[in-house]
C-alpha cells in the first residue's frame, strides 16, 4: 500500500525557517518525480515545487524561488521542502505527491506563519 | 502559466442526477510525447485530494464508473451519471504537460 506521511508543520514567526518531511512507502521512491503542493484555508490547490526522481531537476512557483528548497533522499525514501524567510501568504497545509500523476497523498501538514 | 477555468464553480444537484463540470486550458495539453496530461480530483470535507481520472478519461483504479472523462486540446469535461451522497465535496483538474503545473480554481458539488 502506497503512504504519504508529512511532518515538521506548526506554528512559525514571520521571517523564520521550517524544513517539511514526506516519509514514502509502498513504491521504488527513486523512480517516481514528487512535489509539494499548499492549500490555504478555504482556497484552492497551489503546486509549490516538485523534484525529479534522482533531485537533478527541480521547479518552483514565482513566489517560492529563492526561500524555499526541494530535495530528497532516495535512500531513505523521503522528501523534504525547506522553507526560508516564510510570510503569513505561505499559511497552509502542505501536501507531498507523486509529480506525473498526483495519484497518491499524503494527509498534509498544516503550516502557520503568524506572530 | 497555463490557466485552467473550471465551471461552473458550484454545481447543486440532487441524487441520482447526472452533472458536468468543465475545465478549460489556455493552452493546448498535448504533450510532444502525444499523451495530454488532464486529471481530475476530488477533495472530500477535511481530507486530501483523491484521484479520480488521469490522462483526460482513464478511471483511476477503485473509482466507480459513474464518473468520466473526456475532451482534447483545450477543453475537458468530467461527467457523473448519477451523483451519489459521497460525490459531494470540490473538484478540481490539474494540468502536468507544462510546468508549471497548474490547478482549477474548483467546483464545489453540493446538495440540492
Known amino acids: 500500500e502506497v503512504q504519504l506521511v508529512e511532518s515538521g508543520g506548526g506554528l512559525v514567526q514571520p521571517g523564520r525557517s521550517m524544513k517539511l518531511s514526506c516519509a514514502a512507502s509502498?513504491?521504488?521512491?527513486?523512480?517516481?518525480?514528487m512535489a509539494w503542493v499548499r492549500q490555504a484555508p478555504t482556497k484552492g490547490l497551489e503546486w509549490v515545487a516538485t523534484?525529479?526522481?534522482?533531485?537533478?531537476?527541480?521547479y518552483y512557483r514565482d513566489s517560492v524561488k529563492g526561500r524555499f528548497t526541494i530535495s530528497r533522499d532516495n535512500a531513505k525514501s523521503t522528501l523534504y521542502l525547506q522553507m526560508n524567510s516564510l510570510r503569513s501568504e505561505d499559511t497552509a497545509t502542505y501536501y507531498c505527491?507523486?509529480?506525473?500523476?498526483?495519484?497518491?497523498w499524503g494527509q498534509g501538514v498544516m503550516v502557520t506563519v503568524s506572530s | 502559466d497555463v490557466v485552467l477555468t473550471q465551471t461552473p464553480p458550484t454545481l447543486s444537484a440532487t441524487i441520482g442526477q447526472s452533472v458536468s463540470i468543465s475545465c478549460r486550458s489556455s493552452?493546448?495539453?498535448?504533450?510532444?510525447?502525444?499523451?495530454?496530461?488532464l486529471n481530475w480530483l476530488l477533495q472530500r470535507p477535511g481530507q486530501p485530494p483523491q484521484l479520480l481520472i488521469y490522462?483526460?478519461?482513464r478511471l483511476e483504479s477503485g473509482v466507480p464508473n459513474r464518473f468520466s472523462g473526456s475532451g482534447s486540446g483545450t477543453d475537458f469535461t468530467l461527467k457523473i451519471s448519477g451523483v451519489e451522497a459521497e460525490d459531494l465535496g470540490v473538484y478540481y483538474c490539474?494540468?502536468?504537460?507544462?510546468?508549471?503545473?497548474?490547478f482549477g480554481a474548483g467546483t464545489k458539488l453540493e446538495l440540492k
Open positions: 505527491t507523486r509529480a506525473s500523476g498526483v495519484d497518491y
Open positions: 509502498g513504491f521504488t521512491f527513486s523512480n517516481y518525480g
Open positions: 523534484i525529479s526522481y534522482d533531485g537533478s531537476s527541480t
Open positions: 493552452q493546448s495539453l498535448l504533450h510532444s510525447n502525444g499523451n495530454t496530461y
Open positions: 490522462l483526460v478519461s
Open positions: 490539474v494540468q502536468s504537460t507544462h510546468a508549471p503545473y497548474t
